[in-house]
Structure formats: C-alpha cells, structure tokens
C-alpha cells in the first residue's frame, strides 16, 4: 500500500503546473483563557482574484501541517486545530486544470484517495478542530470543512456550493458522505444536486447557516476574531452546540427519490454524475462514512476518465476564460467613450434594452418611438424595474432615485440624438423598416456614433448600405430576457470599421455580456442553429410522425426545455420568421413548415396548452396538423436532428461564421442555455460520432472535451 505522501508525491507529477497552495500553521492563546490554540490558514499567495485550490502539492502541504498539529494534539500543546482562508477566499476546490491532463483510471484514483486521506486527518486529531469559512468556498473547500468537528461561516461569503454534479463529477473528498450525515439527506440533495443543475447555484453565508452546515454565523468584519471568542467558549463548556437528529427512515428514501426526480427533469439520464452522487447518498444512510468515502473514491475516478466530465471543464473554461477574451475583437485601445445612448424603440425588448444600459453604464438613455404612449410606456417599464430593485434591496433611494433621472424619451430622434455616442434600434424585424430609421438616425447622430442594430436574422451589410457612413453599423444582437442570457452576438458587417467594432465589444464588456465576434451571414449562430435543429423537428412531425415521439427524441440531449417548449417561449411568429429568412438564403436545407405557418395563421401561442399542470398538446393544434404517413422512432429522429445540427455547424465554420468551434459551443451555452455537461453541442456530436459520419471529420481535437489519448 502507498503511503499518502507517496500516492500525492507520484500526482504531483501529473500536475507541473499547479498553482500551489501552503499551510502556514501559527499558534496563539485563545480568549477567555481557554489555551494554545494552532491555526491553519491556507492560502496560495495572490490575491482573491485568484482563489485557492487543491492539487497534489497543496495537499501534500495541508498533510504535512497536520503531521505538525498532530502531534502537538497528542502532547497536549494545543487544545484545538482551526482551518481558515486567505481574505475572501476560503477555498475552492480541486485544481481542475491537472484534472484535464490525467489520462489513467488510477492517476484519478490517486487523486481522490489523497484528498481522503488528508482531510480524514482532521477529524481524527486528539482535540476539537475547526473550520472558519471566512471566504468564498466550493468543492473541496467546503468538504475540508466538514471534516471537522464545528463550523463557523461568515455572513459576507457571497458563494458558498458543491458544484461538483454542475461540471459531472460528485463531490468526491466526502461531500457525499459527511453532508446528509450533518443535515440530513433532503437539504443535503438540495445543496449536491438540485443547486449544481440549477446553474451551479450558489449559498450566501446566512443561508450555510440556516441549513445546518455551519455552527455559528458572524459578520465579515471581524468574522475571525468573533470566531475564536466563540470556539473559546466551546472548548470551556459555555457553549453546547446541539444538531438535530438524522431521520435516517423513510425520509431519506423520499430525499433520494425526488434527487433523481430532480436530475431526471433536468439531464434525462444523460449525464451520470448526479445518479451517482445520489447513490452514494443512499448508501450514506446506514452513517458508514468510510464505505462512503471509498465509493466516492471509485465514482470520482470514473467520472474523470468519462467524457461528460471533459466536456464539463471545456464548457467552464469557455465561459470562464474564452469569454473574457473574445476570438477576433480588434485592439481595445481603438474604443470610443460612450457618454449617452440612444434606443430607437420603446416596446419590451427596447425597454429591456435602456434598463440594461441604464444600470450597467450608469449614462444618459433616451428612448424614442413613433408616439408618445409609447415612449411613455417604456420610460414607465424602466421606472418600474428600477422600483422593484430598491424593494429588494439591491439599490438604495439615491441610487433609484438617479437612474430615473437618467433615462428619458422623446419623439424627435434630433432632440434625442444629437449628443450620442451609441444608438441601438430594437424596431420591428423587417429590412426597409430598419433601413429607414438608421438613415433618421444618421442624419441627426454625431458623425462618431456607432449604429447598432438588435436584428436577430437580418444583413447588417444590407441594413448599413444606403448610409453616408455604413462602417459604424455593427450588429449587437442580444438574447432574450437580456436580464439574464449572457450572449451577445456582435456582428461585423462587410464595411463595419476597426474603432466600431473596438467600441462595441468595450460597450459589451461594461454590460457585463459575453461577446463573440460574428460574421455577417444569415441568422449569425445561435439562431440558426436552433432554426435547424427546430426545423427537423418540425420536418419529422409534418412527414406524420406524433408530436410525442418527435419531443422525446431530443430528451437524452438533456437540454433545457423541449423543442416545442423553447418555441412557444420565442413565440411561433419569430420562428416562422427567421426559418423563412433562412429558407431564403439556404432552401435545400431550411424548410418552411406549412403546420408552423397554420399555427401562426391561427393565432396560436404555442402547441401545448397546460391545463394540468403539464404540457399537452392543444386539441385546436392537433386539430390543425395536417401530417404524411411517415412515421419515425424517437432514435431515427435523434439521428436525423443531430446529421441537420452537425451539417450546418460543418458548413458555418467553412464560411468563417465564427473564428473556431469553441465559439459556436460558447454561443449555445450562453445564448440557448445548451448544457455544461454537454459543453455545448461540438464534444457530444464527436462523442456520439456523429461529427465523423456527417462531416469526415471532427469538430475539436482529440483531448479537446475528451480524455486525451
């Protein structure tokens, strides 16, 4: 058997370049004359932009800090051992960069087993120990923690999880196992998986609080000093922390139950990791936390050596790396300053539109539309919004109060625009209407300002060619509620200029966006993707196979919603729409569906009606559907849907759409919600072998999204 300083010494070699964190231990007196007490506080040496993690080496370090306290414990030198983080950040996990690297079962192997290891040491040392969440903290970070025997959490940690089954792997150094053993199996699913698939959300500290997870909360300020008086009074008896009993019946059945409910709607069986995170937790009930450990042991090394996993970290590195620094972008030194906005429109997208600027920006925003209950209408939405953020708190009166100040609208576009530096039109998605107000526009904008257009299908090139001045159209197509995707397609028209362009993706940094440079073809990407991936859909259900069986098809996608769903939400109108805007330009391959067009005609909102609850397919819909006799398997239509997808995806990349697949995934992630463990839809498509059947070839490198060979 190795030695745990062996099992990390032999990974440390798989991970040359991690950024390592040390265990500095120091020892004071406590409060209230309670005795020496030893501190670990771990910590990488930069700053909280940088936040700590676990590799090999750093746990080689925790390891040997612990071999200090240890025996300090068993000597009587010290009457505890507390854990805490550098400021702000407490710490996050494991180093997922080496992770990508490994390429061995039992390299994985090693790596959960270490961590067990060390952290195990924690909870077996001859005193009391302590955690001291003081920062943010995730992963590994958080099972640290547990490890021990309290726990205090500062009320100003902003995030606080156990991400792991939101990137396809569990939470692997005892997550699994100690959670649902401190606060009962229900609140532990609903921290492990529930969360995780709910965009990896996050805990603040009063929350880690409520749920059991943490001892005692204090403020941040003097977060660890408030700490220490309290672990003072633990150790002398004045305070008994009492946890409740586990119900280790019936409810921890049910609690595992709706887990897999809960990951059933959400991944459809698809991705594993939530089903075995669930199933340690099951085995978890009979309290044998080391049966647990070893079965999250086996569960981590697996999963690392699946694609899910890979495909996980490749979407988290899109996001979290690629986004930041967006493929093609002309050198930011070239942007203008944006002083005052204009937005050319007051319905709901416009409106959304000036809130956006509005808070982001913190500029003038003036809207204008054809009459004033309109404009009055818009100013009155932002107003509104502006209301119920200082209801919950999230902006004080001073702040409200100077927003609304900000955002005004007019009917003359000469008294709106004359002094601004970016103007954005959200009219009606029709060419000449477009064409017209850019030309209004820039015939009272200053000669600087950048046009910026919200098309979701149209030529930017064609909307920009009657003007004086067409290189500073550009397109800046956002996604819907703006409020929360964070895709925006910036789209170079033929003549849109460098300093435009520069201005744009400085504009779209502020707004807090994830920008990808587009090429200006029809529909850009997300919207055509979607369009040929709905229009096989829609192709399958016309040639007479049900409706059902065509929305079941897609389910092992786990995708956020089904295909029909996802239309009623962009609304029938818009997708006919944009699939005749597409058939215009590809008729072999973009159909226009006559049952959509009869929908549409019909003044349908949607296929489903929801009277029960659930989506059921509209008998005024069903009424409508003129169907052939062609009827297909849910498999045959899979296969069908995806050959569509990873055609189209084959030829945009040919055109140059975008620079490189990696951002047609990062527009699906952030425009179309498209899954984390799917990274998007290129790692499924080689995954599957679809991308080789269709195109000869696939999409990324082998060890891009996949186990490296």
Sequence with gaps: ??????????????????????????????????????????????????????????????????????????????????????PFIFAVGADLKGVEQLKEWDHAHAIGKGGHDVFKRLSKLAVPTFAYYNGAAMGGGVEVGLHCAYRTVSSAIPAFSLPEVFLGLVPGWGGCALLPNLIGAEKAVSVIIENSLNQNKQLKGKQVYELGIADALFEGADFLEQSLIWTAAVLKGEIVVERPVIDRGEAWDQAVAKGRFIADSKVHGAAPAAYRALDIIAAAKNGDLQQGYDAE???????????????????????????????????????????????????????????????????????????????????????????????????????????????????????????????????????????????????????????????????????????????RVVGFHFFNPVA???????????????????????????????????????????????????????????????????????????????????????????????SETLNRSFPDRFTVSPNLKAVVEAGKRGFYVYDSGRPELDPEVAALLEQGDTVL?????????????AQEIGLMLDEGVVAEAQDIDLCLITGAGWPFHLGGITPYLDREGVSERVNGKRFLEPGVASVPA
């Design 297 to 471: 042991d086996k569960a981590l090394a697996d999963l690392i050596m699946g694609g899910e996993l890979r495909s996980g970290l490749y979407a988290f590195n899109l996001v979290q790396k690629r986004a930041k620094r967006p493929a093609g972008a002309p050198d930011k030194n070239l942007a203008r300053p944006v002083t005052k906005v204009g937005v050319v429109g007051a319905g709901l997208m416009a409106s959304q539109l000036a809130l956006l600027f509005l808070r982001r920006l913190e500029v003038p925003v003036v809207l204008t539309d054809i009459d004033q209950e309109r404009i009055d209408k818009g100013v009155g939405y932002v107003h509104a919004e502006i209301d119920r953020l200082l209801g919950k708190g999230r902006i004080n009166q001073d702040k409200a109060n100077r927003l609304k100040a900000l955002v005004t609208g007019v009917l003359d576009k000469a008294e709106g625009f004359a002094d601004a530096d970016f103007v954005i039109e959200a009219v009606f998605e029709e060419m000449g209407v477009k064409q017209q107000v850019f030309a209004e526009v820039e015939a009272v904008a200053p000669a600087h300002a950048i046009l910026a257009t919200n098309t979701s299908s149209l030529s930017v090139s064609e909307m920009a060619s009657k003007l004086k001045n067409p290189e």
């Design 484 to 578: 929360i995707l964070p895709l925006l397609e910036i789209v170079r028209g033929e003549q849109t200029d460098d300093a435009s362009l520069a201005t744009a993706f400085g504009v779209a940094r502020k707004l807090k966006k994830t920008a990808v440079l587009v090429k200006d073809a029809p529909a850009f990407v997300v919207n055509r993707i979607l369009t040929r991936f709905m229009g096989e859909i829609q192709n399958v259900i016309d040639e007479g196979t049900p409706v059902e069986t065509a929305e079941k098809a897609v389910e092992p996608l786990g995708l956020p919603m089904s295909p029909l769903v996802l239309l009623e939400l962009v609304g029938p109108a818009i997708g006919l729409h944009v």
């Design 633 to 645: 398997t849910e498999e045959q239509v899979r296969a069908r849907v995806l050959d569509a997808v």
């Design 1 to 86: 058997m190795s030695t745990t300083a062996e099992l990390l010494k032999g990974a440390a070699a798989l991970f040359p370049d991690e950024v390592v964190t040390t265990a500095h231990v120091r020892h004071f007196e406590l409060p209230l004359g309670a005795g020496r007490f030893a501190l670990i506080t771990l910590d990488n040496g930069l700053d909280h932009t940088k936040p700590t993690t676990f590799g090999p080496q750093s746990l080689a370090n925790l390891d040997a800090a612990l071999d200090q306290v240890e025996k300090e414990a068993a000597d009587g030198a010290v009457v505890g051992v507390g854990i805490t983080g550098k």
